[in-house]
């Protein structure tokens, strides 16, 4: 059974640029949480979704960021005119339901310049 | 909000030693879940070890154990016959259990733990 996928693993973009980010969950899993983590720091939740819904996105910035989780394909985490500030690792995890532990994909660093 | 507090944010531990890691938490909630994860250079996190708060046997898994002591509010990790592979950021997480919270993880700021041969 595979992992939690991401891709890409490594992202560059420019200020003002556009970032996808890509999440395939475990297989049976639909559950998809997104957590940001920079640098020194533990990793803060941004926002949970379940097949083509958005469960709790409290911890998304008002701006520029947005999620979902279609009914087919990856879930995609999308940042808008990127600033240096967004250069972080982005992690997704994904769980079979609400309450069981959460698995983690390997990351993807943005680096914006 | 939860919080999650890792006092050390470096520690060593000669290999084959045995070396435990802090971590307490805040909540006012009875019912929970605690987590360690483990973050090599790779920067993948993986599982090492689960706790239910309304269990009161410590958790093991292989040479990791901890010490759940729920009134302290306390999770410890032991890693025992500590091994070169172990080196990695240790971060303690927390995860409510209840029906309308327990979306998210409210991890520590991670203890780096070093292996010396």
């Known amino acids: 059974n595979a992992g939690v996928m991401q891709n890409p693993r490594h992202l560059v973009r420019r200020r003002g640029q556009e970032a996808r980010l890509r999440c395939s969950p475990m297989k049976g899993h639909s559950h998809v949480y997104w957590y940001r983590q920079l640098p020194e720091e533990g990793l803060k939740f941004m926002v949970y979704l379940q097949k083509e819904n958005i469960i709790d996105e409290s911890g998304m910035p008002k701006e520029r960021f947005s999620a979902e989780f279609p009914k087919e394909g990856p879930s995609i985490l999308r940042i808008q005119q990127v600033v240096r500030g967004d250069s972080a690792a982005y992690f997704c995890?994904?769980?079979?339901?609400?309450?069981?532990?959460?698995?983690f994909g390997p990351g993807t660093r943005l680096t914006v310049l | 909000a939860q919080t999650v507090t890792q006092s050390q944010p470096e520690m060593s531990v000669q290999e084959a030693e045995t070396v435990t890691l802090s971590c307490t938490y805040d909540?006012?909630?009875?019912?929970?879940?605690l987590f360690w994860y483990k973050q090599p250079p790779s920067r993948q996190m993986i599982l090492v070890i689960r706790?239910?708060?309304?269990?009161?046997q410590n958790a093991t898994e292989n040479r990791f154990s901890v010490n759940f002591q729920k009134a302290a509010k306390s999770f410890s990790l032991k890693i025992s016959d500590s091994q070169l592979g172990d080196a990695a950021m240790y971060f303690c997480a927390y995860r409510s259990a209840g029906a309308n919270t327990g979306n998210q993880f409210y991890f520590g700021t991670g203890t780096s733990l070093t292996v010396i041969p």
């Open positions: 909540t006012s909630e009875s019912d929970y879940y």
């Open positions: 995890a994904s769980s079979p339901n609400r309450v069981d532990t959460q698995y």
């Open positions: 706790q239910e708060a309304y269990k009161q």
